[in-house]
């Protein structure tokens, strides 16, 4: 029966980041996940609502809500 051993790992002289680098990351990161929830928020109303470039109506909602009535 073969017994485990422990291996210690190398220790590494270093110092610790800085914390204010991790909050930074995190607020970039954050940003960049809302500015992208924005993006897919606005093609996703303008796909709904059938706002084009060429026509900014509301056309595409209407022929959606057009068996309701």
Known sequence: MASERY???PLL???APA???AVW???LLALVAL???VLLAVVAV???TGATAQDPGLN???D???PLR
Request: glycine share 0%; no cysteine.
């Open 7 to 9: 291996v210690r790992p």
């Open 13 to 15: 002289a270093r110092e």
């Open 19 to 21: 914390a204010w680098v």
């Open 25 to 27: 990351r995190f607020r």
């Open 35 to 37: 500015a992208v929830l």
């Open 46 to 48: 303008r796909q709904l």
């Open 60 to 62: 595409a909602l209407r």
């Open 64 to 66: 959606l809500l057009a």
